[in-house]
């Protein structure tokens, strides 16, 4: 009973802590009451690795965090789709970096793009992007044990997230979603996207039909 009253508790803090993490728009309904279409980009990646690489190495590690949160963020809305109705639809990574490559835009110069020329570029109503900031490849899995001695040694952390929605008629910022990693986020980035996304679920805005439910919130 006790143990089950510990996980309870912790849920909720981790729930409400995620609430306090998101930011969303007072002119969102006003923006997106047209969306039909977002488009999921390559994540902007630091990597602050222990170990000493090159720096072609280090670009090609941080190119590669940034992809897998992209397809992670694809494969959680498609799974989430299937038991719940978004009011809107995402388009097939696969599409989205096809046409950025047609337009020379590589994940070395898209950050030189604005949201609405990424949006006009691949003709979507607004843009997911974010930042990823990591001292580990989290693609590659880490470990998940729990250590007293690791919190102490500052080595449960992993780093930072923010996951952000733009809109692509105006640039603005609509949603943005920040939160800290470390060994409770999972042990690689689908369950990193997976356990992140679904503490704010109550809160991503295109998880709701209609905009009045959402303020009830």
């Given at each position: 009973?006790?143990?089950i009253?510990?996980?309870?508790?912790?849920?909720?803090?981790l729930?409400?802590s995620?609430q306090?993490?998101i930011?969303?728009?007072e002119?969102?309904?006003?923006?997106?009451?047209?969306?039909?279409?977002?488009?999921?980009?390559?994540?902007?990646?630091?990597l602050?690795?222990?170990?000493?690489i090159s720096?072609e190495?280090?670009?090609?590690?941080?190119e590669?965090?940034?992809?897998?949160?992209q397809?992670?963020?694809?494969?959680y809305?498609?799974?989430?789709?299937k038991?719940?109705?978004?009011?809107?639809?995402?388009?097939?990574?696969?599409?989205?970096?096809?046409?950025?490559?047609?337009?020379?835009?590589?994940?070395?110069?898209?950050?030189v793009?604005?949201?609405?020329?990424?949006?006009?570029?691949l003709?979507?109503?607004?843009?997911?992007s974010g930042?990823?900031?990591?001292n580990?490849?989290l693609?590659?899995?880490?470990?998940?044990e729990?250590?007293?001695l690791?919190?102490?040694?500052?080595d449960?952390n992993?780093?930072?997230i923010?996951?952000?929605?733009s809109?692509?008629?105006?640039?603005?910022?609509?949603?943005?979603y920040?939160?800290?990693?470390?060994k409770?986020?999972?042990?690689?980035?689908?369950?990193?996207?997976?356990?992140?996304?679904?503490?704010?679920?109550?809160?991503?805005?295109?998880?709701?039909?209609?905009?009045?439910?959402?303020?009830k919130?």
């Amino acid at each position: 009973m006790k143990n089950i009253l510990i996980i309870i508790f912790t849920l909720s803090f981790l729930g409400a802590s995620a609430q306090k993490n998101i930011y969303e728009s007072e002119k969102f309904d006003e923006l997106s009451q047209n969306h039909s279409n977002l488009a999921i980009i390559p994540f902007l990646t630091n990597l602050e690795l222990k170990d000493e690489i090159s720096s072609e190495e280090l670009k090609d590690l941080e190119e590669k965090e940034g992809y897998a949160v992209q397809d992670a963020l694809e494969t959680y809305f498609s799974k989430r789709k299937k038991k719940k109705k978004f009011s809107v639809e995402f388009q097939n990574i696969k599409n989205t970096n096809a046409i950025l490559k047609q337009n020379g835009i590589s994940y070395d110069n898209i950050d030189v793009y604005s949201v609405k020329e990424l949006a006009q570029i691949l003709e979507v109503d607004g843009i997911i992007s974010g930042t990823l900031d990591l001292n580990v490849l989290l693609s590659k899995g880490v470990p998940t044990e729990f250590s007293l001695l690791d919190y102490i040694n500052g080595d449960a952390n992993y780093g930072r997230i923010g996951v952000k929605i733009s809109d692509g008629i105006t640039g603005k910022l609509l949603w943005k979603y920040e939160k800290q990693i470390n060994k409770k986020s999972g042990k690689n980035t689908t369950d990193l996207i997976d356990l992140m996304m679904k503490l704010a679920s109550r809160k991503f805005p295109y998880d709701r039909e209609r905009p009045r439910d959402r303020k009830k919130d």
